[in-house]
């Protein structure tokens, strides 16, 4: 069965510091996707980033990183030089794509609360 | 502009008492889902859609009700047998793999809705 890890339940960091969650997932799948997601403390969920299984490129949008490693299972993020408005809680999640039977389902992670402070 | 509108944002349930959440969406997404949230924890699925008039058990549907009668809505409710029913609940959309296969597109989520018991 898939499962996804996230180890790091809060991480409190200061301002323009880097910082990196992480995120271990199973699956017996050899396709699949995997997606990050932040929840800032008005509630909704934000999409940030989706990676199929194929595509092991680092991927880096602004200050945000992600470290995708088949070998390790991990699909690490990165923020470098956080702000205050990093400030959420931070969603990892898996989605099989031959056991799914094209249902789309997403299975998360415990999720990490990123503190920053000023 | 194309989003998901859930109400209320704020619910009470008395004992005893069926509670109805509602879930909106004007994407043209296929898929619905609805999931809940405790405290300091991730996303468990409750029900999920795939197409009108059809939906699926999630991991946790005890306790709960859907129908699926409209493309654009979902609604939950929360029955009388859901003895721990205070959560925040959160409804999601997406294209589904049977319109764009192998894609597993990302799921748009709602504000999301905080239920409580009186």
């Known amino acids: 069965a898939q499962k996804v890890t996230q180890a790091q339940t809060e991480i409190s960091v200061v301002e323009k510091e880097d910082v990196t969650l992480d995120c271990v997932y199973e699956?017996?799948?050899?396709?699949?996707?995997l997606f990050w997601y932040k929840q800032p403390p008005s509630g909704e969920l934000v999409f940030l980033i989706r990676?199929?299984?194929?595509?092991?490129q680092n991927e880096i949008s602004g200050r945000y990183s992600w470290n995708f490693q088949k070998s390790t299972s991990s699909f690490n993020f990165t923020i470098t030089a956080s702000q205050v408005v990093d400030s959420a809680v931070y969603f990892c999640?898996?989605?099989?794509?031959?056991?799914?039977?094209?249902?789309?389902?997403?299975?998360f992670g415990g999720g990490t609360r990123l503190m920053v402070k000023p | 502009d194309g989003g998901i509108t859930q109400s209320p944002k704020y619910l009470f349930r008395k004992e005893g008492q069926n509670v109805t959440l509602s879930c909106e969406q004007n994407?043209?997404?296929?898929?619905m889902y609805w999931y809940r949230q405790d405290p300091g924890q991730g996303l468990r699925l409750i029900y999920y859609?795939?197409?009108?008039?059809?939906?699926q058990k999630g991991d946790i549907a005890e306790g709960y009700s859907v129908s699926r009668e409209k493309k654009e809505s979902f609604p939950l409710t929360v029955t009388s047998a859901q003895k721990n029913p205070t959560a925040f609940y959160l409804c999601?959309?997406?294209?589904?793999?049977?319109?764009?296969?192998?894609?597993?597109?990302?799921?748009?989520f709602g504000d999301g809705t905080r239920l409580s018991i009186l």
């Open positions: 699956t017996r799948d050899t396709t699949y996707y």
């Open positions: 999601a959309s997406s294209i589904t793999g049977s319109t764009a296969p192998l894609s597993n597109q990302p799921q748009h």
């Open positions: 859609s795939q197409i009108v008039n059809d939906f």
């Open positions: 990676r199929n299984s194929f595509d092991e």
């Open positions: 994407l043209n997404h296929d898929a």
């Open positions: 999640a898996l989605s099989e794509v031959e056991s799914d039977n094209a249902g789309n389902m997403l299975t």
